[in-house]
């Protein structure tokens, strides 16, 4: 399974903007293959999809409640996963994941947690009013 490591979590103010990032290394497929997503986890909540890409280039999927704030995007090399987090609020609190999953680009990349096989360690956004 890919290795995948988050960074970029921190403290910021609402209206706030982070830029999270997660290296993922040991790909078994091509690296076009996956559906990559950023999730996300606030204390004594389930986990929850936050946006999710396809390797391979296609739909990008974004959770109502982040879509014209949130961004998610990868570089050329497909090594590395991003989330632009801009206009932050104190509800985006929360432990955020990367994942990722081998998936045909038709298939599209949904948000369901459980078909996500490999994940990170997570890192931890706190937004304070």
């Known amino acids: 399974q890919v290795q995948l490591a988050e960074s970029g979590g921190g403290s910021v103010q609402a209206g706030g903007s982070l830029r999270l990032s997660c290296v993922a290394s040991?790909?078994?497929?091509?690296?076009?293959?996956?559906?990559m997503g950023w999730f996300r986890q606030a204390p004594g909540k389930e986990r929850e999809g936050v946006a999710t890409?396809?390797?391979?280039?296609?739909?990008?999927y974004y959770d109502d409640s982040v879509k014209g704030r949130f961004t998610i995007s990868q570089d050329n090399a497909k090594t590395r996963l991003y989330l632009q987090m801009n206009s932050l609020k104190p509800e985006d609190t929360a432990m955020y994941y990367c994942?990722?999953?081998?998936?045909?680009?038709?298939?599209?990349?949904?948000?369901?947690?459980?078909?996500?096989?490999?994940w990170g360690q997570g890192t931890q956004v706190t937004v304070s009013s």
């Open positions: 040991g790909y078994v497929y091509s690296r076009g293959s996956y559906c």
């Open positions: 994942a990722a999953f081998v998936q045909s680009l038709r298939s599209g990349c949904m948000a369901t947690t459980t078909q996500y096989k490999s």
């Open positions: 890409i396809h390797t391979g280039g296609g739909r990008i």
